[in-house]
């Protein structure tokens, strides 16, 4: 029910309006009256009523007067004011007050029932204009924070340019920062997600957001989400907050999900419309973890100007020349010795793009050189896969690890072809000395066959089959010679000449030394 109070200071009046308006049907009752301003604007005071109909000409406080006192005490009320005289300056003075109406005695009740009307349609629409607002204050609270992310996302990407603009929207936001630093964090790529998508890697953001929150809370600071980076910007009250901040994330972090996060951290900035330069700074501190290594915190004051160093292309090339030799004989330890050195240089004090494009020139030119088909370079990986990787690998340990497991399998696959070449070198020479063994048979004679240097070619063969090329050759024509005592028609020298011994002198004596016997001992105790 609606509350109407009623002051009027004629009796009958006051009583006729009190009993002769059906207010329960109207949903009001009247709550209190009164018979000059005075009381009124106690009973006002006392019922904080929703309808006051007052007569304007009073003892007292008039009606205009307990008007403007309810304006002034901010009372939701609605005034009625009711006068024998239509006089101008009374309307213009209640009009100014925010009365709802003004009606002439003698008072027809229709006229004011439907005042009364008017002013509770009036206070249900503002009623449900407040609601409304309520309403929409509780989802601008509840939205809150995606209106501050957003905030920060299009400031940190200098899509906000005017000042006042900011001001007053970091204001509404309530967002104070007197002085603050960014910070922001990387999921370090060699971990599971390291080719996840944009959609793949969401869950992991949206994850360590809400993990983190609370840390970030706790200095006064807010989280946003931009290029697959979570930033942070916080207002500490000491500076040296921001690392051991940085140290908790990442422990929780690693706990929560099991991946390693590199984390940078700008200088202190003092102007908010300059936030995007305070992300740039800390972008520009995280870029130095391709130097420093995943799980890095590097504040951007800290880092070295890495693009000082000239490069000496001619040394490097010569380098590389080195390193392929290694390789192309399958010294694998060799190799990956002298690259370690190669790397320690390249990656002291040079830019990150001069040392991806060195990684990747080097490959290319260990590529050129092994593609002789003594190495399917495809096998070891295509050369688009290994640019795409080397643009991805996020620190230089990660680049240095990959290239030298190319070495090692180029290495592995060098020594498979050397190893399937030389038992082709040996292959042809056991058949050739099969074949010749009755002719005259020498290693000048082997070594041109197989285009080798005689003395490559000596230690290939002891290498490949245990024993050495003399040797196996006396060992083939003894063979061929304890096969020919069968024939007792043939004489020692005779046999002799036919195994390609000329000197059957020398003959008995290599017999002796193979077999332990003398050409004819054998022939008597293992022929006849």
């Not at 003004?102 to 002013?119: Q, R, Y």
């Not at 002891?462 to 043939?490: C, Y």
Request: glycine share 6%.
């Amino acid at each position: 029910m609606y509350k109407i109070v009623i002051i009027e200071d004629e009796p009958f009046i006051r009583n006729a309006l009190i009993h002769q308006i059906n207010w329960g049907e109207l949903g009001c009752v009247v709550a209190g009256e009164a018979d000059n301003g005075r009381d009124g604007i106690e009973v006002i005071n006392n019922l904080s009523p929703d309808v006051v109909i007052s007569d304007i000409k009073m003892d007292g406080p008039d009606g205009i007067a307990i008007s403007r006192y309810i304006l002034e005490h901010l009372f939701e009320t609605r005034v009625i004011l009711i006068t024998g005289f239509a006089q101008m300056d009374y309307a213009q003075a209640a009009i100014k007050l925010g009365v709802n109406d003004f009606i002439l005695k003698p008072i027809d009740p229709e006229e004011l029932i439907g005042a009364v009307k008017k002013a509770i349609t009036d206070i249900e629409q503002k009623k449900k204009r407040k609601e409304e607002m309520l309403n929409l204050r509780s989802i601008v609270q509840e939205s809150m924070p995606i209106l501050r992310e957003r905030f920060f996302q299009e400031l940190s990407v200098n899509m906000l340019f005017d000042t006042e603009e900011i001001v007053d929207r970091a204001a509404f936001l309530d967002i104070n920062l007197n002085q603050y630093a960014g910070m922001i964090l990387e999921i370090d790529k060699e971990r599971d997600v390291f080719d996840a998508s944009e959609q793949e890697l969401q869950p992991y953001l949206l994850g360590i957001k809400k993990l983190i929150k609370p840390l970030v809370d706790g200095v006064g600071g807010y989280v946003f989400e931009m290029d697959k980076n979570i930033c942070i910007i916080a207002d500490p009250a000491m500076f040296g907050a921001l690392f051991e901040l940085a140290s908790q994330m990442q422990a929780a972090i690693d706990k929560k999900f099991g991946l390693s996060v590199s984390v940078g951290i700008s200088e202190r900035w003092h102007d908010i419309c300059k936030l995007n330069q305070c992300i740039d700074d800390a972008r520009y501190a995280l870029r130095h973890k391709f130097y420093l290594g995943s799980g890095s915190v590097i504040y951007s004051g800290d880092v070295d100007d890495h693009d000082k160093k000239k490069a000496d292309h001619i040394t490097f090339i010569n380098r590389y020349v080195n390193i392929v030799n290694y390789v192309k004989v399958g010294d694998g330890e060799n190799a990956r010795e002298h690259f370690e050195r190669l790397w320690a240089e390249i990656a002291e004090g040079y830019h990150e793009s001069f040392i991806r494009n060195k990684a990747f020139e080097f490959v290319i030119f260990l590529f050129e050189r092994l593609d002789d088909n003594s190495v399917k370079v495809d096998d070891i990986m295509p050369l688009n896969e290994i640019y795409i990787s080397l643009s991805k690998f996020s620190t230089v340990n990660s680049i240095y690890r990959f290239i030298k497991n190319i070495i090692f399998f180029a290495c592995k696959e060098r020594n498979k072809y050397i190893h399937e070449k030389n038992s082709n070198v040996i292959k042809t020479v056991l058949n050739y000395i099969k074949e010749h063994y009755n002719h005259d048979v020498s290693l000048e004679t082997l070594s041109k066959l197989v285009y080798l240097n005689p003395k490559y070619l000596s230690t290939l063969f002891k290498k490949e089959t245990g024993e050495t090329i003399s040797n196996h050759i006396a060992h083939i024509r003894i063979e061929k010679a304890k096969e020919l005592m069968s024939d007792i028609k043939l004489k020692t020298y005779e046999i002799a000449d036919k195994v390609g011994i000329h000197d059957s002198r020398y003959f008995s004596q290599l017999f002796k030394r193979h077999t332990g016997l003398t050409p004819s001992q054998y022939r008597d105790n293992c022929i006849l």
